[in-house]
């Protein structure tokens, strides 16, 4: 299995709190993706990043910032949390999508805003 | 309009069935196209990738029409096992990859 480990697993926070989720991979692969998954939806893309320092946002990106300051971790920083964004977090990681390399997931982050 | 778009399913099909799925996407700057499988709160893991020739790993076919923008995946002699939801991907020629909603498989004995 890809080194690609997503911390914490669980989280149970109150409306309001800033959360921030880890993606920590192994593998040193350049490109990082957070995404989110909900039921009824499929994985719907929150940011993602190509480098170190190097961001972009995807289609759901309001009320999430990241950061990639090293190139094996990527964070998700949910500002002040909302129920909406309650929600099973995804992160992946792949070398260079555009040549048909797979993308890597890790085991996901079950968030629960209350 | 979703960049991509799945057959909604959900498909029931006895087993040594053929099941054929369909995936469709907008951005026309789409470089590469993968197949993943889902299982039950489970991580997506990748089934196959897309080529514009086709290709086929054992019963799975895929397929890939650039003109009509336009993937499919054929799973023939269906198993139990391949009971999963099946999410078509597409990824642009910046690295952003792009989910389809996903079509779920129930292969029943």
């Known amino acids: 299995d890809a080194g690609i480990t997503q911390s914490p697993r669980h989280k149970v926070t109150e409306t309001g709190t800033p959360v921030t989720l880890r993606c920590h991979q192994t593998?040193?692969?350049?490109?990082m993706y957070w995404y989110r998954q909900d039921p009824g939806h499929g994985l719907r893309l929150i940011h993602y990043?190509?480098?170190?320092?190097?961001?972009d946002k995807g289609e759901v990106s309001d009320g999430y910032s990241v950061s990639r300051s090293k190139t094996e971790d990527f964070l998700l920083t949910l500002e002040s949390a909302t129920s909406s964004q309650t929600s099973v977090y995804f992160c992946?990681?792949?070398?260079?999508?555009?040549?048909?390399?797979?993308?890597?997931f890790g085991q996901g982050t079950r968030l629960t805003v209350v | 309009r979703k960049e991509v778009e799945q057959d909604p399913g959900p498909f029931n099909v006895p087993e040594g069935a053929t099941v054929a799925f369909n995936c469709t996407y907008s951005?026309?700057?789409?470089?590469?196209f993968f197949w993943y499988r889902q299982d039950c709160r489970k991580e997506p893991k990748l089934l196959m990738s897309?080529?514009?020739s086709g290709n086929e790993d054992g019963r799975f076919t895929a397929q890939l029409n650039r003109a009509s923008q336009y993937i499919s995946l054929l799973i023939r002699d269906s198993k139990l096992s391949d009971s999963a939801t099946y999410l078509c991907?597409?990824?642009?020629?910046?690295?952003?990859?792009?989910f389809g909603d996903g079509t779920t498989l129930t292969v029943k004995p």
């Open positions: 897309v080529y514009s």
């Open positions: 991907v597409v990824t642009d020629n910046a690295g952003k990859s792009t």
């Open positions: 951005n026309s700057a789409s470089q590469s």
């Open positions: 990043s190509y480098g170190v320092k190097d961001t």
């Open positions: 992946a990681i792949s070398q260079d999508p555009s040549l048909n390399t797979e993308a890597f």
């Open positions: 593998e040193n692969h350049r490109y």
